[in-house]
């Protein structure tokens, strides 16, 4: 018990020294974070920080909204890492980047300028523009990316680029991009 608590103490130091990039809103089941070593439970209402990882059990969610509005939603059995936010100034000093490496998520964008965003996994790098994209990362090879609402999203991996460019469309992976597997899903029609 006095190990927990000097465990959780410890996180709580770490994260007050870090850049507060947003906030949970929803942590449901085993949500851990590690933050300079330091790991603890990750509670609704919980400031999140830069560099900080993110993971979730099985049968565990979570859903970060950062300070712009964005919303990361985390499936269970995934691991995220909040790289870099910037959300001052002009456009030209505005980015977001995640490191998605293994699990389910729903990425929907926020105030920055659209072109601010990338998310990484171990397949590709993803650009977004405008949109709401549901990302399952399989392991280091494979991928699978629906394109809920928006305009178009990019993915690039090695020599390989992929894109799609209307909602719903479904697309393959060239042949050049062979070591890597990037599926785009049909999004299921609204009505």
Known sequence: MLFAIIVALAAGQAARAQQNIGSTAEAHNNVSRELSGAAAALNPGDSVFRDEIVCTGAESTAKLVFLDSTNLAIGPTSRVTLDVFVYSGGVSAQKMTVNLAKGLFRFTTGALDKRAYVISTPTASIGVRGT??????????????????????????????????????????????????????PAKRRR
């Open 132 to 185: 709401v994209l549901d990302i399952g990362v399989q392991g280091p090879q494979q991928m699978r990316v629906t394109l809920v609402e928006g305009r178009r999203w990019s993915a690039r991996s090695g020599p390989g680029s992929h894109s799609s460019s209307k909602c719903g469309t479904a697309a393959k992976a060239p042949a050049d991009a062979a070591s890597a597997s990037i599926s785009i899903m």
